[in-house]
């Protein structure tokens, strides 16, 4: 899966999570999103895991604040 297909798909994940009426570009974060708080990362995570037929490892999660970084995440684990 190539980089552009990643990002489409996480943005669709992040508006399925967050609402369809939540702006999410790649430049997001958790500071800015108003929904983004603890719980909805956690269905953020397993939304994406499912997506993305991934296991995201433990302490990567909690690193993960930003859209970037999330596709940056996946990425270099489709290329395994």
Known sequence: MNRQEITS???EVFRKVFGSQTPVTENSSAENIDKW??????????????????K???????ELKDVQGIIDYIFSKSEK
Do not use: G, P
Not at 37 to 54: A, G, K, M, P, V
Not at 56 to 62: A, G, K, T
């Open 37 to 54: 708080d603890s719980l909805n990362h956690i269905l953020l995570i397993q939304e994406l895991e499912r997506t993305f037929q991934l």
């Open 9 to 11: 798909k996480t943005l």
């Open 56 to 62: 995201f490892d433990l302490f990567e999660i909690i």
